[in-house]
């Protein structure tokens, strides 16, 4: 029970603290690697747009991931 006390929790977190940084960060590093890819400047194309989203969404869904494992580890070794 208190890995799923604790997963919730993280999940709370993840959306209070951890969502704008990661859909950030993930289209920083989306526009970092078309950028060093093509080795100029990213022009606004349908692919780098695509790129871009998914690399965000990408960014999200494993911040979220991690949150939740590391709010079941706690709450598991905090509650037992």
Not at 20 to 41: D, E, H, N, V, W
Not at 52 to 76: N, Q
Request: glycine share 12%; no cysteine.
């Amino acid at each position: 029970m208190g890995a799923l006390i604790g997963a919730a929790a993280g999940i709370i977190l993840f959306a209070v603290f951890g969502f704008i940084p990661a859909f950030r960060f993930g289209s920083y590093l989306a526009l970092f690697i078309l950028q060093k890819a093509t080795g100029k400047s990213v022009e606004p194309t349908a692919y780098a747009r695509l790129f871009i989203i998914s690399s965000a969404l990408v960014s999200i869904l494993t911040g979220a991931a991690l949150f939740t494992v590391i709010g079941s580890l706690i709450g598991t070794v905090l509650l037992f």
